[in-house]
Nanobody, 124 residues
Framework: QVQLVESGGGLVQAGGSLRLSCAAS????????MGWFRQAPGKEREIVAG????????YYADSVKGRFTISRDNAKNTVYLQMNSLKPEDTAIYYC?????????????????WGQGTQVTVSS
């Protein structure tokens, strides 16, 4: 069982930055691949970024490539999403998710545990 708690969301102007954190409970965090997803009003949940259990493999959606960076600190049971050059279209609720396999996946239904989400609002 893994419990996930996101933090770091908020209101920021376009061009600004935010860093999201996701703290995980449980001693087996390092064995899970992690993902960040987002869901905007009226839209489906979509993957933003994924990271393998050891951090050596990462994935980014085309819409965030070059602006967002996913990382993890297994000693702290935490995964991060650094978001730079934010755009109004990045506005959404951001969720972190854990997958009980070593590699990330782009589909939300491949993840086993979810956080409650954190709101990110980017004003123009």
């Amino acid at each position: 069982q893994v419990q996930l708690v996101e933090s770091g969301g908020g209101l920021v102007q376009a061009g600004g930055s935010l860093r999201l954190s996701c703290a995980a409970s449980g001693r087996t965090f390092s064995s899970y691949a992690m993902g960040w997803f987002r869901q905007a009003p009226g839209k489906e949940r979509e993957i933003v970024a994924g990271i393998s259990w050891n951090g050596r493999s990462t994935y980014y959606a085309d819409s965030v490539k070059g602006r967002f960076t996913i990382s993890r600190d297994n000693a702290k049971n935490t995964v991060y999403l650094q978001m730079n050059s934010l755009k109004p279209e990045d506005t959404a609720i951001y969720y972190c998710a854990a997958r009980s396999k070593s590699g990330w996946h782009t589909l939300a239904n491949e993840y086993d545990y979810w956080g409650q989400g954190t709101q990110v609002t980017v004003s123009s």
